[in-house]
């Protein structure tokens, strides 16, 4: 349920026509009137656009909950109990949109996950059509991670299992339980360093989109570049997030 | 989501598990990943010389239910083929034999790259000057 709104909002803004207030005439935010305080009939909108904000990466998560807290208070169903029906089930619907908003928003990587959709990034298509092109032209397809990369997770995923099975029959692998701490370690610390990496990506994406505000023209390429890049470092993350949560699994129990 | 039958007998007892060695002439190894879920999967075949026949498939995977069953139903299928039949093999073919919902058709995927990086490597292996076997009767 929460993942439909993600694919039904599309990026376009709210046509021209249904700017003004229902009730009031005046112009209007796009989820209650600013002049009479009317909540509004849900825009096609992404959630940047919801929160008012640019396409960028790096926000200020203290003002976004500041939005969030605001706009609650005037969108939540029960605050419009008095009004029309069509009201109140606006009212539902921006509500939900919010939350979704402000969930997705609120968190880093949701946060890039969502914008990296909004630029129409489709990991998932993507592969599959590379897949196809592998069949037809018998060339081989190129894995989106680095080989070495995956080597890596496959070899650690065998020595978690091995431990986990010298667990269940109850034999202690002090050296296998030392190994994979340690490995464990330098996972984190490869977390960390995708994190940082993330973290610049954001800054030249933003870099980006300030300059498309400022009026400087930004080429279809570039952006695709750097979209690109960050879809790159979150594949990694990906992987190594798993492992993360599996080596502290089996170290734990 | 619920799995199917078939995907829950193969993830109950997944066919061919295990591995074989890399570095021998007449095995091919895929190492293949699917990075929005952090699956890997490897996949190995071992050829024979004179028919390019799959007499020999290995596989281990460290994913979800689905992943597993795609790579164990793929190396049962790519047994007793010659490489060429064997690269015929569609993901949707997969997906069709197992049951896996739109939100599992990726795991399919993985398993038809495994296969097709498997023989791949086997194909490097082999070198340009290998010929190709004749006649092959299946």
């Given at each position: 349920m929460t993942d439909s709104s993600l694919t039904t909002i599309t990026a376009k803004r709210a046509p021209e026509g249904t700017q003004s207030c229902w009730s009031c005439?005046?112009?209007r935010a796009v989820h209650f009137c600013k002049s009479c305080g009317k909540v509004q009939p849900p825009a096609p909108v992404d959630y940047f656009t919801f929160f008012g904000l640019p396409r960028k990466l790096n926000l200020d998560v203290t003002v976004l909950e500041k939005d969030f807290y605001e706009l609650s208070r005037k969108l939540?169903?029960?605050?419009?109990a008095g009004a029309g029906s069509q009201e109140q089930e606006w009212s539902l619907q921006q509500s939900s949109l919010l939350n979704d908003a402000h969930r997705t928003l609120k968190d880093p990587i949701k946060r890039t996950q969502y914008l990296l959709q909004l630029e129409g990034v489709e990991v998932e298509e993507q592969s599959k059509t590379a897949t196809e092109?592998?069949?037809?032209?018998g060339q081989v397809k190129k894995q989106i991670v680095p080989p070495d990369l995956l080597e890596e997770v496959f070899?650690?995923?065998?020595?978690?299992?091995?431990?986990?099975?010298?667990?269940?029959?109850?034999?202690?692998d002090p050296a296998l339980i030392e190994e994979i701490g340690r490995q464990k370690l330098e996972l984190e610390e490869k977390q960390e360093a995708l994190l940082r990496e993330l973290e610049f990506r954001w800054k030249m994406w933003d870099g980006m989109i300030q300059r498309e505000q400022n009026g400087q023209p930004v080429s279809g390429e570039e952006r695709k570049q750097e979209r690109d890049k960050m879809v790159d470092v979150l594949n990694r993350r990906n992987y190594i997030r798993n492992l993360v949560r599996d080596v502290g699994e089996v170290l734990e129990n | 989501m619920s799995y199917s039958d078939k995907v829950i007998d193969h993830y109950n007892n997944p066919r061919n598990v295990g591995s074989m060695d890399k570095s021998s002439a007449d095995v091919g190894t895929g190492?293949?990943?699917?990075?929005?879920?952090?699956?890997?999967?490897?996949?190995?075949?071992?050829?024979?010389?004179e028919t390019n026949v799959i007499e020999e498939a290995k596989f281990k995977t460290f994913g979800c239910g689905s992943a597993i069953a795609s790579s164990s139903l793929a190396t049962e299928w790519v047994k007793g083929k010659t490489v060429d039949e064997a690269l015929t093999i569609k993901n949707m073919d997969i997906v069709k034999e197992l049951s896996?919902?739109?939100?599992?058709i990726h795991c399919s995927v993985l398993a038809e790259d495994a296969i097709r990086a498997a023989i791949g490597d086997w194909k490097k292996k082999q070198g340009a000057a290998k010929p190709v076997a004749a006649t092959v009767v299946q």
């Amino acid at each position: 349920m929460t993942d439909s709104s993600l694919t039904t909002i599309t990026a376009k803004r709210a046509p021209e026509g249904t700017q003004s207030c229902w009730s009031c005439g005046t112009m209007r935010a796009v989820h209650f009137c600013k002049s009479c305080g009317k909540v509004q009939p849900p825009a096609p909108v992404d959630y940047f656009t919801f929160f008012g904000l640019p396409r960028k990466l790096n926000l200020d998560v203290t003002v976004l909950e500041k939005d969030f807290y605001e706009l609650s208070r005037k969108l939540h169903p029960d605050l419009n109990a008095g009004a029309g029906s069509q009201e109140q089930e606006w009212s539902l619907q921006q509500s939900s949109l919010l939350n979704d908003a402000h969930r997705t928003l609120k968190d880093p990587i949701k946060r890039t996950q969502y914008l990296l959709q909004l630029e129409g990034v489709e990991v998932e298509e993507q592969s599959k059509t590379a897949t196809e092109e592998a069949r037809t032209t018998g060339q081989v397809k190129k894995q989106i991670v680095p080989p070495d990369l995956l080597e890596e997770v496959f070899e650690l995923n065998m020595q978690l299992e091995e431990l986990r099975m010298h667990k269940k029959m109850g034999e202690d692998d002090p050296a296998l339980i030392e190994e994979i701490g340690r490995q464990k370690l330098e996972l984190e610390e490869k977390q960390e360093a995708l994190l940082r990496e993330l973290e610049f990506r954001w800054k030249m994406w933003d870099g980006m989109i300030q300059r498309e505000q400022n009026g400087q023209p930004v080429s279809g390429e570039e952006r695709k570049q750097e979209r690109d890049k960050m879809v790159d470092v979150l594949n990694r993350r990906n992987y190594i997030r798993n492992l993360v949560r599996d080596v502290g699994e089996v170290l734990e129990n | 989501m619920s799995y199917s039958d078939k995907v829950i007998d193969h993830y109950n007892n997944p066919r061919n598990v295990g591995s074989m060695d890399k570095s021998s002439a007449d095995v091919g190894t895929g190492l293949v990943g699917a990075p929005e879920c952090g699956d890997v999967m490897k996949l190995q075949i071992k050829v024979n010389r004179e028919t390019n026949v799959i007499e020999e498939a290995k596989f281990k995977t460290f994913g979800c239910g689905s992943a597993i069953a795609s790579s164990s139903l793929a190396t049962e299928w790519v047994k007793g083929k010659t490489v060429d039949e064997a690269l015929t093999i569609k993901n949707m073919d997969i997906v069709k034999e197992l049951s896996l919902p739109p939100v599992k058709i990726h795991c399919s995927v993985l398993a038809e790259d495994a296969i097709r990086a498997a023989i791949g490597d086997w194909k490097k292996k082999q070198g340009a000057a290998k010929p190709v076997a004749a006649t092959v009767v299946q």
